[in-house]
């Protein structure tokens, strides 16, 4: 498997250098017909942002704007691609990888799976480490900046005190939400002017490799974050109403880890090849 160099969350076929025709995949789903479920006590989606595109270089320039410090002499961290689930582009990879991004389509057998997980969860539970951070999502097209935030806020201790800049954007909305609940934290957002305006500068960035569309464009895709907290792997998804923990892991084995679990997705779907895998790495 070759991840595309490039992907939206709007349904449009990628054209770049690592598209390909493939046989019809299963029933896609769009999300703006999908609700968080009704046991989040929430309502459902109304404000609508332009999708987010799955690009390392416009992820890098977002993220600095939003706060996010990549010039540190010891540790500058950013995100890259990852273009296979294959270890030799693991190896590739700078480590220790501090979370990874993964996007993928929504089709109707990776929403049975998630209903299931979902059943599961609530009759067996789960453990959670209580510094996990996680959202809800609330705002339509709004999973690519969900996934970086959860990314960013759950990267080891040290890396964030050297790379959150004080006072920034990301600085001032995690501290205002460090005990908040996930429901709280996405109310939080909703009545965020600054982060609203940011995205949306995002999405009409230069650095962008494929037409925004228009705000009501189809959506089929979405972003979640794999990430390393106490221990184990969590993958952070705001459409989802807790972390999901995936079992023991470390820095050094995060990237592994969270390929494997993409894995499993990818093998849910077989003809589809609507994937694209970023990780925050070392750079330096």
């Keep these: 498997f070759l991840a595309p160099l490039f992907g939206t969350m709007t349904d449009q076929t990628n054209n770049g250098p690592s598209s390909a025709t493939t046989a019809p995949s299963s029933e896609e789903v769009p999300t703006e017909h999908l609700t968080i479920p009704s046991d989040h006590e929430t309502k459902k989606i109304s404000k609508r942002w332009f999708p987010l595109e799955s690009n390392p270089d416009l992820m890098n320039k977002y993220i600095d704007r939003l706060g996010w410090d990549s010039s540190g002499t010891d540790m500058q961290y950013k995100f ?102 996930g429901i709280s934290r996405a109310e939080l957002l909703e009545t965020d002017g600054d982060i609203e305006k940011m995205h949306e500068s995002a999405t009409r960035d230069e650095a962008n490799q494929t037409g925004r569309g228009t705000v009501d464009d189809r959506v089929t895709t979405h972003f979640i974050c794999f990430t390393h907290v106490d221990g184990n792997m969590y993958e952070l998804d705001g459409r989802k109403k807790c972390p ?41």
């Design 80 to 181: 890259v691609d990852v273009f296979s689930t294959e270890p030799w582009a693991i190896e590739m990879i700078g480590h220790p990888v501090a979370s990874v991004i993964f996007l993928y389509k929504i089709t109707s057998v990776q929403e049975e799976h998630r209903m299931k997980e979902a059943s599961e969860i609530e009759k067996n539970g789960q453990t959670l480490s209580p510094r996990v951070w996680h959202t809800i999502q609330r705002i339509g097209n709004a999973c690519g900046t969900i996934g970086l935030l959860h990314a960013l806020a759950n990267v080891p201790d040290g890396l964030s005190a050297v790379s959150i800049r004080p006072d920034s954007w990301l600085d001032r909305f995690y501290s205002a939400a460090t005990d908040m609940d």
């Design 244 to 284: 999901i923990n995936h079992g023991p892991t470390d820095e050094m084995g995060l990237l592994k880890n969270a390929m494997s679990v993409v894995k499993n997705f990818m093998e849910r779907d077989p003809n589809e090849v609507h994937f694209t895998i970023l990780a925050l790495a070392p750079t330096n």
